[in-house]
Structure formats: structure tokens, C-alpha cells
């Protein structure tokens, strides 16, 4: 059993703005854990997680591979995330790098085909898309969970974005509800780029139905 | 933390900026050293993803001058750990990078770069 990353340096006045590990960020960790020998077995070089808010995700990545076996590279349009990231993986002792960017932005053109692990628990709310629009520019706490149309306007822009990212054996996690519409978006990632999705995890919390979509490169020969 | 690992992997991705858009340039910068754990593997295993001109052009911005100009063929110890301090051990914690095509400045403070894009610049 990996411990959740010690997140005691964060106080309720950081949760104003940044997004509190939940029940969301909760399933992913589940999922990487359950996945863990696998990702270990990768030697991943570098990580990617996309929206880190409190850097939970990433340093629990950090956790599972070890702190000096990857580059941590951690994005999120949210000043006092990116900081919250900072301060998470030095307590934790996991050498994260956070950078205030949108998506995988400034990263793209040099981690074409290079990242080995890929993570985004996305802003995935259904929202009218006046709201999500404003949420991004704000880049502060309502940027965590105002996702638009079908609560995929965020999401969607990172889809296309994840074959270009991806290395040859790199894997793809994405935190999802219901009402993103999961065989939508596995069929369409299929079809569109040839990655395969699989649901790794999937469990009602509250009003939500959650789900922790894997996604792989199809092996060559098959 | 910008370290020279970080910022061997950034490029200027402002609207219409396509080429000569990386290295970014190091500005005014302020610098922290600190210890990190070293690792063989990790360090070979990236080797084949850094642009090594860009990394020792960077370093030298920083005012470290212990990488060869050419990447050498013979991977041994005193290579790695020199390879090992300048990837991993020097912080950029204020200061900025600049474009060295359309000059974009991507401002650094608290170690942590802001590569944020204005909506107009976004492309
Ligand atoms: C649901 S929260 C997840 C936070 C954290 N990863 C977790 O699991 O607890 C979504 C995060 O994505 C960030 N975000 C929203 N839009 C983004 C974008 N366009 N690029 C990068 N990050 C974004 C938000 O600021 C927020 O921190
Ligand atoms: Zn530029």
C-alpha cells in the first residue's frame, strides 16, 4: 500500500483557489497504484500529469516509480496550483516541476512521442460553455471542475493531443463521468489516433459515476 | 525549479512561432544550488531525449562550463555526474526566458516559469 503524499502544509486558505484532493483525484491514485508494477516495469522517463491543482497526483506517481527514475513535468493554468504543486512534492520528497501552462502547451514540440506516462483529471463538470470559457481565463478555483459542453471542452483539446505526446510504450490516464460519455470517447480515440481505451476504474461517489480510462498504443502486429 | 532538464524540453509556442523558437534564452536570472539524488540509469536513459547543444549553450548561460560541446561516445561515471549536477541541480528560481525568435518573455518567479499565452498570442 502506497500512502497518499502527506498533504499536511496545505491549509483551508490554499483550497480557496486550488482544487482539494477529492473523491476524483482519489479513483486515479487507486488506478496507478493498481497499475503500479506495470508502470514500474516501463522505467518511464518522463511523467506528464496535466492540471496537477495540489500536486497529489504526481507526487503519488513520484511515490510509486521512485523520485530519481523520472522527470515529474506537472501543467496547470493556476498560479496558486502550480505552487501547491511545488510545495507538495518537496514535502513529499518527489521532485515535481510545475509549470503555469495550458495543457501540455510549451512542452508539445519537444515531448513529441516522449512522455511514458500521461495523466489529467480534467475539469469535467458539465457547464454551459459562457462558464468553462471564464473559469479558464479566471484560472482559479472554478478552472478545476467547469467543463463545458458535456463537461469536455478542456478535455476534448487534450485528446487530440495525446498520439503526439504519448512515447511508443506510454500510457494515457484520464479521470471521466458518465456524462462525458466514456465509449464516445474511446471510440473516437480508436478511430482518430489508434489508441486503445479501457475503463481501469469506475465507482460512484456521491452524485458522480467515475471512471479512470486507460488508454495504450495498439501493439504493432496485432 | 526551472532546471536545465525543464528547460531543454520548453519551446516558444506563441502563435505563428514555428521555427528558431528553442532554446529559450535565460534573462536576468537568480540561481539556487541543491543537492539531488544521482542515478545512472535515469540519466542514460534520457540522454537520447535531450538536445545537447541547447543544454550545454544553456549552462553556459548559467555560468557552468563542464559539458562538452560534443556529446561524447564514451558514457562513463565523471561524465554522468557532471551531466548529473547540471540537469538536475541548478534552480532558476527568478528571472526569464525569452524567445529567441519573436522575443516573447516567459517571466520566472519562485522557480516556477510562467509560460502562459495572452488569447490573442494563443495559436
Ligand atoms: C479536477 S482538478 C484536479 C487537480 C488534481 N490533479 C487532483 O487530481 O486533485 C483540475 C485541475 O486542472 C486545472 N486546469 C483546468 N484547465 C486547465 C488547462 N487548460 N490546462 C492545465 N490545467 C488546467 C485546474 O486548475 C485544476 O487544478
Ligand atoms: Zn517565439
Not at chain 1, 70 to 79: F, Q, R, W
Not at chain 1, 150 to 157: C, E, F, K, V
Given at each position: 500500500m502506497i500512502p497518499t503524499p502527506d498533504l499536511s502544509h496545505l491549509k483551508a486558505a490554499d483550497y480557496q483557489h486550488v482544487y482539494e484532493p477529492a473523491e476524483d483525484t482519489f479513483i486515479l491514485l487507486d488506478a496507478l497504484e493498481e497499475d503500479a508494477d506495470?508502470?514500474?516495469?516501463?522505467?518511464?522517463?518522463?511523467?506528464?500529469?496535466?492540471?496537477?491543482?495540489?500536486?497529489?497526483?504526481?507526487?503519488?506517481?513520484?511515490?510509486?516509480?521512485g523520485s530519481t527514475?523520472?522527470?515529474?513535468?506537472?501543467?496547470?493554468?493556476?498560479?496558486?496550483?502550480?505552487?501547491?504543486t511545488k510545495l507538495t512534492g518537496r514535502q513529499n520528497k518527489v521532485p515535481v516541476e510545475p509549470l503555469l501552462a495550458s495543457l501540455a502547451g510549451p512542452l508539445r514540440s519537444r515531448l513529441r512521442h516522449s512522455v511514458d506516462i500521461l495523466l489529467f483529471n480534467p475539469p469535467y463538470v458539465p457547464t454551459n460553455s459562457a462558464e468553462a470559457d471564464e473559469a479558464q481565463q479566471d484560472a482559479d478555483i472554478a478552472g478545476a471542475w467547469a467543463g463545458g459542453q458535456?463537461?469536455?471542452?478542456?478535455?476534448?483539446?487534450l485528446l487530440d493531443q495525446v498520439e503526439s505526446l504519448l512515447s511508443p510504450r506510454g500510457?494515457?490516464?484520464?479521470?471521466?463521468?458518465?456524462?462525458?460519455?466514456?465509449?464516445?470517447?474511446?471510440r473516437r480515440m480508436q478511430e482518430q489516433y489508434g489508441l486503445k481505451g479501457e475503463v481501469a476504474l469506475q465507482r460512484r461517489a456521491g452524485r458522480e459515476h467515475l471512471y479512470v480510462l486507460r488508454f495504450l498504443r495498439q501493439p504493432a502486429d496485432t | 525549479m526551472v532546471r536545465l532538464i525543464t528547460h531543454n524540453l520548453l519551446a516558444c509556442h506563441a502563435k505563428g512561432c514555428t521555427s528558431n523558437n528553442f532554446p529559450l534564452q535565460f534573462?536576468?536570472?537568480?540561481?539556487?544550488?541543491?543537492?539531488?539524488?544521482?542515478?545512472?540509469?535515469?540519466?542514460?536513459?534520457?540522454?537520447?531525449?535531450?538536445?545537447?547543444?541547447?543544454?550545454?549553450?544553456?549552462?553556459?548561460?548559467?555560468?557552468?562550463?563542464?559539458?562538452?560541446a560534443e556529446q561524447p561516445d564514451m558514457i562513463d561515471d565523471e561524465f554522468l555526474q557532471k551531466l548529473h549536477h547540471?540537469?538536475?541541480e541548478i534552480h532558476v528560481e527568478e528571472g526569464a526566458m525569452v524567445c529567441?525568435?519573436?522575443?516573447?518573455?516567459?517571466?520566472?518567479?519562485?522557480?516556477?516559469?510562467?509560460?502562459?499565452?495572452?488569447?490573442h498570442e494563443i495559436g
Open positions: 506495470v508502470l514500474r516495469n516501463l522505467h518511464p522517463r518522463i511523467c506528464l500529469e496535466i492540471g496537477s491543482g495540489s500536486g497529489c497526483v504526481s507526487t503519488f506517481a513520484g511515490k510509486i516509480l527514475t523520472s522527470l515529474y513535468l506537472a501543467t496547470d493554468i493556476n498560479p496558486h496550483a502550480t505552487q501547491c458535456d463537461g469536455m471542452a478542456i478535455t476534448d483539446i500510457r494515457f490516464y484520464l479521470v471521466a463521468v458518465k456524462q462525458n460519455d466514456i465509449h464516445g470517447i474511446c | 534573462q536576468d536570472v537568480s540561481i539556487e544550488l541543491r543537492d539531488a539524488d544521482f542515478n545512472a540509469d535515469f540519466l542514460r536513459g534520457f540522454l537520447p531525449r535531450l538536445e545537447w547543444p541547447a543544454l550545454v549553450g544553456a549552462a553556459r548561460q548559467l555560468g557552468d562550463t563542464s559539458l562538452p547540471v540537469l538536475l529567441p525568435n519573436c522575443k516573447h518573455v516567459y517571466p520566472i518567479s519562485n522557480g516556477i516559469p510562467n509560460m502562459l499565452l495572452a488569447e
